[in-house]
Every structure is written in structure tokens, then in C-alpha cells.
């Protein structure tokens, strides 16, 4: 009797504890729901096809269409756009079309048309698309259902998508599909003219630049004497790639685009094949220097013709560039004449990172003072930031201090300028791009209190800010994902809002967003890398500061217990590996570069094998997290004490190679006059590759930020100690 009593109070409690769970749960869904309003509906939705019941969705679905905001209402219409019988599917398709008409509209309901095989529905909700600006997606999707239809404006619209843009994998894939293999020949509708022009297209876009120039003859015939197709920017651009690099009569061809610059063309309204012309020649004539002055001109002209920001831009930086041939000197006089015309300083910083490496490489160090002042207030922060370290690196390499209260009065001149440089570069916002700041920290003797007020105000919670500037329906409707736990759907959707704009999300959203990918991460870590690449790629755009939160989502510690392991076994700091793991693979343990280097660590085979070999791992699994950052930590520790215990050192010969990286050192001591050991700061500034220079910055910067954030360090600190 008693067991009985006992049986049925367990059971009771089994009860009335699965009972209380429903309850939560109901009372949860129920918060969510009056939450969400109507929009609740959509989400509701997509629970019910989950539970594989389509018709309860459909209701769901057709109540938020009614009801709910923007974008669950545009989801749960193109949701029953994909359920029912063709007759129905069409309908929800076409209504979008109706509804919404925009090309987000088009593009969806014409991936449906096409795969109804309702070809005559996709042309009519397409006929009033540009070609020359429309999705390239879209414009191919239209012109393949014109052949299927028969419909004589197909000609037209390949000579206009083919001529008018720049050649895309839509194009190509066309190309192959519905021209080309048809016997290398011209197929009904397409003249032999428009062949040869489609053809040449794409053969540049192949890089066979060879076979292009060899064409060179009839294109101009066809476009520039015929006129049988007319000649556009693009095919000018085309041309002139053929010209660049299938050709060594560089001084004829330019000739040969200073002529089409002056010719007039009654057909086009806007000055691009004149503009392009000039870009061409000024390229053509840059090939030989004795024509330097002459390519000058010709991208000044270029800019005085160009038609919008970015046409300028363009034709600048081949002039800066151009003067950069010349001499470190004339590209800062070029920069002195034309800073403040440009329009996105950000177009310009590959320009500035090889005018740094020629400064070096020049031993002309003085000029980082110059250039500073000549930037100061018109270059974006990042560069600025380098800049004012570097001038003042170089001052105090001079000097010997940050600051004097003491000698004459020029060398307190010099004092005031190292000092205020470091502070500027220390001080100004510049993002996630962190590597010059705690530089600049680091000589200023900046404390961790100093770093925190510096970054979050003294505020110990530093949370994100709302952006102004984002779509609120939006954030909302991608949060909403997280809320009613979809996780699978917030990447893609995160994607597709993004093409469509830029600034759908604000940094806040971004955070929210990536905290939740990154809370539900499995051993696989998808929402992990999802969850980095959307704060990333948000930060990289915002020009304001973050909060902790932010920095916490921007710099993960993923496998945190295999890297714990792996550092205490091989004496590496848990913050180095982590910085090091999320510069080489952003914690993608599936990741394998073009280059073959595979997993967390990035480990190419053969190196993987030998380090295994070592530690006695018989066929070691690169893509497995644990095997490959105990192998890659190992890996590590190695190379710091075969280059004697230098950790920056060891960076470098992680990504470039050991041989290298000693012969590097070597020419540093020239190039910086130095006999002796070399700074680390600037001799990561020398070295000939970008790719390893900026990997260098990103690890440095990364493990200081973990140190900061996650092991109570002051990055000063960790920064002096790695360089």
C-alpha cells in the first residue's frame, strides 16, 4: 500500500510538473503573441509548417497578410505564393507584383513564373524593367522566357543587357547556355555583328585578353563606322582592358582613345564615353613613364568630365596613383592639390597603404609628418589615426620621448607634436579598427580604466546605441525571428535585406541578433559564423562607438575549451589564440582557403601532418575544432621560440612563412637604418605584403581586445608584450 502512495505521488508530481512546463510555455507564446500584435501571425505561421500543418499556416498566413506590418505581411503573401495548386500559387505571385511593385516583387515572382514554366506571366511582369539597371538575375530570367515565347523584342533586349553593363555571371551563364553552344555560331535573332560584340565582351570578361584585341579591328567597325551596334561606355571600358593587356602598343592605343574622347556621339546624352575614353589613355600613356605628364592629364580631364561621386573618385585615385609611380613626394603634392575634392575617403585607402610602404621602402620617414597634415581633416579615421601614429613614431624615434618639459624651444615643439599625434591617434573613433589606437595608448602609458573610458565613457555596461539611420520595421521583423526562435531564417533574410539596403540594420539590431546566433551554436558553429559576419559587416559601416555588448559579440570566444586546453599545454595565451583563430578563419572549423589551408587555425595539410607527427596523431582531422587548434597552438608555440620568443614574429612566419620573415627583418634594418633590432611597429609597416601586414594588425588588435574584455588585461599592455 505504501509503494502504491508513493508510485501515484510520482506520478502525480511527473504531472503536474509537465502540466506547469505547457503552462510556461502557453504563457510565454501568448506574451510573444500580444507582443507582435498581427505581425504574430506570420511567426505562428511558420511554426505550424514546421509541425507539418500547411493548412493551419495558410490561415496564419493570410491573417498577417491582412493585418500585419510591411515585412511579415510581404513574407507570409510570398509564403502562399509557394502553397496551393499553380492557379493559386500564380495569383499570390502576380498579386505580389501588383502590391509592391519593386524589384525585390519582380525577381520573386518571376523565379515562380519560371518555374511554373508561365513564361507569358513572366514577360508581362517584366516589361517595364531597365535593362541597363535592373537585376542582372531578372534581366537574363525576362529574355529567356522571350525565347521560350518566341517574342521578337529578344534581340533588342540581348543587345541592350549585353552592351549596356558590366559583364556578370548571369551574362556568362547565358552566354553558354543559350548562344554559344550552339555550334560557335550566331544563332536565329542574333545578327552576326552582335555576335562578334557579345563574344569579344566576353572574352574579357574571361580575362583572354589576347583573343579580345585580336577582335579590336571589327568592334570598331561594327561600333564606330557601321554603327550597326552602338558604341557604349561599356564596350569603351572593354576595349580598353583589351588594349591594357593584350597589347604592347600602348602610346598608339592611347592615341586611339584621345581620339574617341573628342569625337561627338548624337546617340548618347551624357559625357561617359568621353569620360572612359580619357581613363584609358591616361592608363595606356601610364605604362611608359616618359608619358607620365601626359596620363596626369588625362585623368584630371576624366575628373573634370566625370558625372557623379564615384566617376570622380575614380579618375583621382588612377591620378594619385600615378603620381605615387613617379615618387612618394609627388603623390603627396597630388594629394595636396585634390584632398579636398574627393567625396569617400574610403575609396583612397589601398592608394595610402602602398604610399606607406614606399615611405619605408624609400627610407624618407620625415614625410609621415607631411602627409598627417595633409590628411588631418579630410582622410577617414582609420588612416588618419595611422598616420598621426606613425608621424609621431617617427618624431619620437628621433627625439627618444613622448613628451619634455624640458631644452630649447624647438625640441618642446617636437615634444608637444609626438604627444598631440599620439593622442589624436588614440582618441579618434575609428571602430572596430583598433591596432593604431592601442599603439598610440600604449606610448601614452594609457592604464585599462584609461582604455575603458577611452572606449565605453566609464560606463561599465556600454550598451549599443539605436541608429537613427535603420529601418526599425525591419529590425524589428529580423528580431522576431529570434524572439519566436528561428534561427535558421535570420541569415539569409539578414542577406537579403542588406542587398537591398545597406542600412536596414543599426548596431543595436546587429548585437541583439548576433548575441541569439551565438547563444544557440552547436559543435558545428553555423549561427556562430553567421552571427559574426552580421555584426562585422554592420560595425565595419558605423561610424559611431560601441558598447561592450558590441565588442563582446564582435570578438566571440567559440571553442573556448579546446583553445583553454590547447594554451595551457603549449604555454600560448588563451587571448592570442583566440585573436589569432578569428583573423584566420572567423571560426569556421569547415572554412578551407583557395590557398588549401583548412579549418579554425587555418593549417595547410602538409604542415597539419607534420605537427601531428610530432605530438604522435595518426591521420589528424583538420576540419575536427579541437584537433586543429590543438594542432595550429602547437604549431604557434613552435615559431615563437624558433624566432626567440618574438610573438609578432611568429604571426608572420604563421602566415608568410619563417624563411621569409628572417629575410624581411634583414631589409627593415636597411630600409629604417637600424643596426640592431628592428621596432616591431615599424617593421610590420615594411613588410612587402599587404596580406601579411593587415594580419599582423588584425591578430595584435584581436588578442588585445580579448585580453581586455574577457581576462581583465590592459591591451597596452598585451600590444607591447606581442610586438
Sequence with gaps: MKIRCIKKRVIFSVLSLLLFSASCSQNSASKLDAQYGPDAFYYDGLTALKANNPEKAKKLFLRCMEKGSYYP???????LAKMGNIQERNKYASEIVRKYNDEEARIFAAKEFSSNEEY?????????????????????????????????????????????????????????????????CAPDGITDDLYKILKFRIYVYRGDYTSAFLMMEDIQDITLNRHTVYITYQLIADMGRACLNGSRQDVKNAGFFEELSEREYPYIQDNSIQYYSLIYAGLLYNKNDTYRTRALNRFESAMNCSQTNEEYDMALWYYLNSCLKASPEKAIGGLEKFISTWHDPLYFSDFFDSLSVLIFSGGRLELFRKLYTVCDGHADNCTLAKFAYLAARVAQKKSGSVSSNEGDAESGDQSDFIFEAFKKAAELETGANVYYKFLAAQQLGYTKEDIDNLFFGGESAGEPSIDN????????????????????????????????DKKIIGIKCATTLAGFLG?????????????????????????????????????????????????????????????LIRTESFFDCKITSHAGAIGLSQLMEATGKDVAKKLKIDEPDLKDASTNIRLGTCYFSDLTRRLDGSQILALFAYNAGITRVRRWVQS????????????????????????????????????????????????????????
Design 120 to 184: 507569358a506571366l513572366l514577360i508581362s511582369c517584366t516589361d517595364d524593367i531597365d535593362l541597363k539597371e535592373a537585376d542582372n538575375s531578372l534581366c537574363k530570367m525576362r529574355i529567356e522566357a522571350l525565347i521560350k515565347k518566341n517574342d521578337t523584342r529578344y534581340t533588342a533586349s540581348v543587345t541592350e543587357w549585353f552592351t549596356s553593363r558590366k559583364i556578370s555571371s548571369e551574362h556568362y551563364t547565358f552566354w553558354n547556355q543559350n548562344i554559344f553552344a550552339l555550334d560557335d
Design 469 to 500: 539611420e535603420s529601418d526599425r520595421d525591419a529590425e524589428r521583423f529580423l528580431e522576431g525571428y529570434a524572439a519566436f526562435g528561428f534561427p535558421e531564417l535570420i541569415y539569409d533574410e539578414w542577406k537579403a535585406l542588406y542587398s537591398k
Design 668 to 723: 627593415s634594418r636597411i630600409e629604417l637604418d637600424i643596426q640592431k633590432k628592428v621596432p616591431s611597429d615599424l617593421f610590420l609597416e615594411t613588410i612587402p605584403y599587404e596580406e601579411t601586414r593587415d594580419y599582423g594588425r588584425r591578430v595584435i588588435s584581436s588578442a588585445a581586445v580579448y585580453g581586455w574584455l574577457y581576462y581583465d588585461q590592459n591591451p597596452c599592455d598585451i600590444v607591447n608584450t606581442m610586438m
Design 519 to 579: 547563444n544557440v551554436a552547436d559543435s558545428t558553429n553555423d549561427y556562430g559564423v553567421q552571427s559574426l559576419r552580421i555584426i562585422a559587416r554592420t560595425a565595419s559601416e558605423h561610424r559611431a562607438g560601441f558598447g561592450r555588448e558590441t565588442y563582446k559579440a564582435l570578438f566571440p570566444r567559440f571553442f573556448l575549451a579546446p583553445v583553454k586546453s590547447a594554451s595551457e599545454e603549449f604555454s600560448v595565451a588563451e587571448y592570442v589564440m583566440l585573436g
Design 73 to 79: 505581411a510581404r513574407r507570409s503573401m510570398e509564403k
